[in-house]
């Protein structure tokens, strides 16, 4: 069967990308290696999200990302009274003429109309990079659809939206964003919350899809024990 849930198969996407170094077979089998043995090469999901992978990877789109590029790049941008941006930014890497570029994969359908979460969501990133590598400046923000291999430039001016948008989260109340190509028909659960009295920020760890246990890591059923829970996506 499928088998793939469109979470899990970003997942195993993005994991691919993390580790692919021009050898498609061996990062690939170090993705499927990561996410456990849940994951059955047969799987027709599995056929799918490496078709996607493989397409996008030798596409002139991808050629444009140097081969020495940051990837995976955790980071937490303070902003005010306890509040920080915490994430993790798919790509960033440095042009030419030595501003940055910022690419965040997506593996869903390329949408009619993007999503205002997504400018909001490289805002951040963008000021991130910029506080990160010293003053860099940023000149690109793009999201790169896997399907069909498209670029979709971000406005870049939507940060201020964002800081807006989290000086409204106070212990009493939590505000999530998400879209609805993204989460369909989904038990929402919290699976970690961070308070400024005990942990000196705020932030919501999300669950929102049950995941088999097969595929979820050490991390995962540990955080779904200690919410008493079963391990999620997040």
């Known amino acids: 069967g499928n088998g793939l849930t469109p979470a899990e198969m970003g997942t195993l996407i993005h994991s691919a990308l993390e580790h692919y170094d ?23 999901g599995v056929s799918f999200a490496k078709s996607l992978f493989v397409n996008y990877v030798n596409s002139d789109l991808f050629k444009q990302i140097p081969q020495q590029h940051d990837r995976e790049v955790k980071f937490q941008l303070p ?14 890497y440095q042009k030419p003429g030595g501003s940055y570029s910022i690419v965040d994969y997506k593996t869903g359908a390329v949408p009619e109309e993007l999503n205002e979460g997504y400018a909001m969501q490289l805002a951040i990133y ?14 690109e923000l793009a999201l790169h659809y896997l399907q069909g291999c498209v670029a979709k430039p971000v406005d870049s001016g939507k940060l201020q939206d964002a800081i807006n948008l989290a000086k409204k989260i106070t212990d009493e109340m939590v505000i999530i964003i998400y879209t609805k190509d993204e989460v369909k028909n989904s038990n929402i659960v919290n699976t970690v919350v961070k308070t400024v009295e005990k942990d000196g920020y705020v932030a919501v760890q999300v669950g929102y ?4 246990e097969s595929r979820a890591n050490k991390a995962e059923k ?8 079963v391990p999620h996506q997040v």
């Open 126 to 139: 963008g000021e991130a990079v910029s506080k990160m590598y010293r003053g860099a400046e940023v000149s």
């Open 22 to 44: 021009g050898d498609i077979e061996t990062a690939w089998m170090s993705a499927l290696r990561e996410q456990g043995s849940g994951f059955r090469t047969q799987d027709s």
């Open 222 to 229: 540990g955080i779904a024990k200690k919410a008493n829970t």
């Open 209 to 212: 899809e049950d995941k088999k």
């Open 79 to 92: 902003i005010d009274n306890g509040v920080s941006f915490q994430g993790i930014m798919d790509c960033v």
